[in-house]
């Protein structure tokens, strides 16, 4: 999508610190950490959110989150857990529209969430 900020990393156009991609995703540290561990896992394909779901490209987000675990053992923060976070809409504080999941670790998180 021609003016998606994460479409834009994704192509190179915008720098990121890349941990990993393949055909179907892109995975990079979030510029603004929430955690000593943040990165975010995107599909290569534009969805806007998690309401542009269907059964026919939902596929990716299995793939993500298979992605999530091998990169959280990498990271060593897979053992002592962590979180996975997709904030969806004006109510779920999404600022980027382009299906994206938080992993964050290395602390203990807090719940409810704000
Ligand atoms: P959300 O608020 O759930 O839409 O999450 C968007 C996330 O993208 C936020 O945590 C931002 O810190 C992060 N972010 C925004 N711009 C960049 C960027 N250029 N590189 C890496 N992360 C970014
Ligand atoms: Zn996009």
């Known amino acids: ?19 990993y991609e393949d055909e179907k995703c892109y995975a990079f540290y979030d510029i603004s950490p929430q955690a000593p561990v943040h990165f975010l896992v995107i599909p290569k394909t534009h969805i806007k959110d998690a309401n542009a779901l269907s059964a026919e490209n939902a596929d990716v987000v299995a793939h993500a989150y298979v992605k999530i675990a091998e990169i959280a053992k990498s990271l060593g923060i897979a053992e002592g857990g962590y979180r996975i976070v997709n904030n969806c809409g004006k109510n779920g504080q999404q600022t980027v529209p382009h299906l994206h999941f938080h992993v964050l670790g290395g602390r203990m998180m807090t719940w409810p969430p704000g």
Not at 1 to 19: Q, R, T
């Open 1 to 19: 999508m021609n003016d998606c900020l994460f479409c834009k990393i994704i192509a190179g156009e915008i720098p990121s610190k890349k941990i």
